[in-house]
């Protein structure tokens, strides 16, 4: 029965090692396994190592018992007996550890557990959140895009009115010019008339 024991401490030990150190895959692996024997085949698997552990705990206390009673009934107590005696103390003291340890263990694998679940969640809600921002982003890029766009339409637009308000001064001004000169010749013209009819008067 003792050896049993040892296997169950042994396994314990080393499913607490995984949990504890954090080497990446096994750990998530530890975890996993973990998982699945609290939700598929562990129930029942716990409930054995629990009835295990009770028959070989009700199976020391039973031979406590026995020894105390021959010891009571001869009135002193055999090496032989004082040493079984002492073995099965030690074998119920080890179960009461053992179940202690196994509290333990249940309460670290289920803080790892809400702390891998919180941290999924951090992540999730951060990717979330990073995505909020990033579209956040998008849309203001595509509002100051399209904001630059009509801004540049319309000053494209004013450029093309100034241009052709400057070409149509430009033919108003060299029209103005051609006028300005056809008046001059005629002034000089009517300048000239009027000396020659001075003269003749």
């Known amino acids: 029965m003792i050896q049993l024991l040892f296997l169950v401490v042994f396994v314990e030990g080393a499913v607490a090692l995984l949990l504890m150190i954090e080497l990446g895959p096994l750990r998530k692996l530890t975890m996993n396994a973990l998982d699945q024997v609290k939700t598929g085949k562990g129930p029942a698997m716990v ?3 629990a009835c ?3 028959v070989i705990m009700a199976s020391s206390i039973t031979s406590i018992l026995k020894i105390q009673n021959r010891a009571t009934k001869i009135g002193t107590m055999t090496p032989m007996d004082q040493i079984l005696l002492k073995t099965h103390l030690l074998e119920a003291a080890l179960m009461g550890g053992f179940r202690a340890n196994m509290d ?3 309460r670290q694998a289920k803080s790892f557990q ?3 679940m ?4 951090q992540k999730v809600d951060k990717s979330s959140e ?3 921002l990033l579209k956040n982003e998008i849309s203001e890029l595509k509002q100051k895009l399209q904001k630059l766009t009509l801004e540049s339409q319309a000053k494209d637009k004013m450029a093309r ?4 308000t400057a070409k149509s001064s430009q033919k108003q001004a060299e029209d103005l010019l051609l006028e300005y000169d056809r008046l001059l010749e005629d002034n000089q013209n009517l300048q000239t008339q009027l000396a020659i009819y001075d003269q003749r008067f």
């Open 118 to 121: 919180q941290s999924k969640e």
């Open 130 to 132: 990073d995505v909020k």
């Open 47 to 49: 409930k054995t190592l």
């Open 161 to 164: 009115d100034a241009e052709a």
């Open 104 to 106: 333990s263990l249940k």
């Open 114 to 116: 809400e702390e891998y």
């Open 52 to 54: 295990t552990m009770a």
